[in-house]
């Protein structure tokens, strides 16, 4: 049987990847899972109980209790929290544990748009739509800066460059589930292109590969 319409969207921290998803479900009427919330809800949940991110067994146990109902929390989207996430991610039980709640979004019959850095290669390697998107790491701290201080964060733009390639080196290092393309995946650069362009290419890239999806 056909499966279902699945678009995976992978790139390193804000490569646009989040903007491009949001787009793409409401481009293509599918429902759209950030992975990325699961690993921070992870981390900061773990960090509220005074527990250590370095802690394997109690961070698997907190993905573990994880559900869909408890990742509107604001105090995911903070800086402090792509940290922790990146920190908790390294654990294989963490990843794990995380990965029934992926997968059976990715079962939905109606498709769905499923965006981290694992999806086309371990979450979802069956997806027929997969986008690598990607961007120069100082154009991505440009981007999560402006982000971050509209948010009233009180950061410097050196500070969020190091924070991002510290990042992509962790999750790059990861020896289970690394960061990198699936080997079918159109990359897509976004370092010179406007968000509205960045969007507009994706969307091109997935029309072409519905395209060949429904003649499969
Ligand atoms: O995408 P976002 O910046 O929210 O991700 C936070 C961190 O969560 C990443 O730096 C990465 O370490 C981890 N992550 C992951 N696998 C995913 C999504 C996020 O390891 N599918």
């Not at 105090?75 to 654990?91: D, I, K, L, N, Y």
């Not at 963490?94 to 694992?118: C, H, K, S, Y």
């Not at 402006?146 to 964060?153: K, T």
């Amino acid at each position: 049987m056909k499966p279902p319409f699945v678009i995976a969207v992978d790139g390193p921290a804000a490569s646009g990847k989040g903007t491009i998803a949001t787009r793409l479900g409401a481009a293509f009427g599918a429902p759209v899972l950030d992975t990325g919330l699961l690993y921070r809800a992870v981390g900061v949940l773990l960090q509220r109980r005074g527990g250590d991110l370095g802690d394997a067994a109690a961070a698997a146990a907190v993905a573990r209790a994880l559900t869909a109902d408890m990742l509107t929390d604001p105090g995911f989207r903070t800086r402090e929290a792509g940290e922790a996430a990146s920190r908790v991610a390294v654990h294989p039980s963490v990843r794990e544990a995380l990965f029934e709640m992926q997968r059976a979004f990715a079962r939905r019959p109606e498709g769905a748009v499923i965006d981290g850095r694992d999806i086309g290669t371990v979450i979802a390697p069956e997806a027929p739509a997969k986008l690598y998107v990607t961007a120069r790491p100082e154009v991505r701290a440009e981007r999560r800066w402006r982000q971050l201080a509209g948010q009233g964060e009180a950061v410097t733009y050196e500070e969020i460059l190091a924070d991002i390639r510290r990042r992509d080196a962790r999750d790059s290092g990861r020896a289970d589930a690394p960061m990198r393309p699936a080997a079918d995946a159109a990359l897509l650069d976004t370092s010179e292109m406007t968000i509205e362009q960045a969007a507009d290419a994706a969307r091109r890239i997935v029309e072409a590969a519905r395209a060949r999806w429904e003649q499969s």
